[in-house]
């Protein structure tokens, strides 16, 4: 059962306790998003089926829905332009991007293959309106499983969904990467969009026997961007991180990224600010 808690700013339990949502075993809840009316936005899997809900401020349910089979959902978004319901996980090995209106109607669903492997998309966002080129544009990333490297970083991008949603061919000619930076287990975890239209990833990656929380930054056309340490992208070394969260820009353009530090025997709490 996914339980949401809200606090107040002092951090006192606040009335709120949603605890309606997605019952059944197994469940979790993976993702939530606030939109501009207040709302929360979630979404999870419930017995194999991605499931997404909405509920006001006061915890009243809009809607709840699931969705499919064999699926898994893992992030979800907000699309203030179409005002579409954004979702992203799995289904079969595959990316899986599913679309809801705001009552909940389904609207579209994408399912995106690399390379027949075992994939995941575990972060989505959408490019702003003030995008002057790419406004409503849909960036999904998570992990690909590669023919001969492991697991892989996947980025896909997809047309706005008010614009039918199909693939972005002028990211990476086919609308989709995959990146190797030390041929080992590495798995993109969050995803945000600059000002400027390059797509900043936070991931997990290893190399050798030290894991890292990698911080990468990519220009609109998917190449990765060497303004960038040099590079492209920003390897943190904190007594070896366990894992990767999401990624966040702040007003002043710096990245704010989050994961887990383990120090061999307990993990701690992550957060990481890279200059721009």
């Not at 936070?202 to 961007?225: C, E, I, K, M």
Request: hydrophobic fraction near 35%.
């Amino acid at each position: 059962m996914y339980h949401l808690f809200r606090f107040t700013t002092m951090g006192a339990p606040d009335t709120l306790d949603i605890a309606s949502l997605f019952q059944g075993s197994p469940s979790t809840g993976e993702g939530m998003v606030i939109n501009s009316s207040g709302d929360f936005i979630l979404c999870g899997t419930q017995q194999n089926e991605i499931g997404a809900a909405r509920y006001t401020s006061a915890g009243n349910v809009i809607f709840q829905k699931t969705s499919g089979g064999s699926e898994g959902g893992h992030a979800v978004t907000f699309d203030p332009i179409s005002a579409y319901i954004l979702t992203a996980g799995e289904q079969s090995g595959d990316f899986r991007i599913r679309r809801y209106t705001v009552t909940g109607g389904q609207s579209g669903v994408q399912r995106i293959d690399f390379y027949g492997g075992d994939d995941a998309a575990l972060a989505i966002t959408t490019y702003p309106a003030s995008s002057a080129n790419f406004a409503g544009r849909i960036v999904a990333v998570g992990n690909v499983e590669s023919q001969t490297q492991g697991e892989n970083i996947g980025v896909v991008r997809i047309i706005s969904p008010a614009n039918g949603g199909a693939m972005d061919g002028t990211f990476d000619s086919d609308g989709k990467l995959d990146i190797d930076l030390f041929g080992g287990n590495e798995k993109a975890t969050g995803v945000a969009v600059q000002t400027d239209d390059k797509i900043v990833v936070s991931a997990r990656v290893v190399n050798g026997p030290t894991t890292y929380l990698a911080v990468l930054r990519f220009n609109s056309n998917g190449t990765l961007d060497t303004s960038f340490d040099g590079d492209g992208y920003v390897l943190v070394n904190c007594n070896s991180c366990a894992s990767a969260g999401n990624v966040s820009i702040q007003a002043d353009g710096r990245i704010v990224a989050v994961g887990t530090s383990g120090n061999g025997s307990a993990a701690d709490f992550l957060v990481v600010r890279i200059w721009p």
